[in-house]
C-alpha cells in the first residue's frame, strides 16, 4: 500500500467556484498550496503528482499550465 499524505488542504473560494479550472486542477491546487505552507514553496515534482493522482507528468503540466494561466499559480 502506498503511503498517502496525512495533512489536510483547503480549497479557497476563488478557486472552488472558478468555472475556467476543472476539478482535478482544484484539488491539485489544494495540494500544492498544502506544500507550500509547509515549506513556504511546493518542491514537489510534476512526477510526485502523477504518482498521487495516478495520471501522466503530461497532465500534471496542463493543470499546472491552466492554473498559472488563470493567476492561480506563479514559477
Known amino acids: 500500500m502506498t503511503e ?4 489536510y ?3 479557497t473560494a476563488n478557486v472552488r467556484y472558478d468555472n475556467r479550472l476543472t476539478d482535478s486542477e482544484k484539488i491539485l491546487f489544494a495540494e500544492i498550496t498544502s506544500l507550500s505552507n509547509k515549506y513556504g514553496y ?3 515534482s510534476n512526477g510526485y503528482f ?3 493522482y495516478e495520471v501522466t ?3 500534471i ?3 499546472i499550465a491552466n492554473l498559472k494561466e488563470c493567476g492561480y ?3
Open 57 to 59: 507528468k503530461v497532465t
Open 73 to 75: 499559480l506563479q514559477c
Open 50 to 52: 502523477a504518482k498521487l
Open 42 to 44: 511546493c518542491t514537489a
Open 9 to 11: 488542504s483547503i480549497i
Open 4 to 7: 498517502q499524505p496525512s495533512y
Open 61 to 63: 503540466s496542463r493543470r
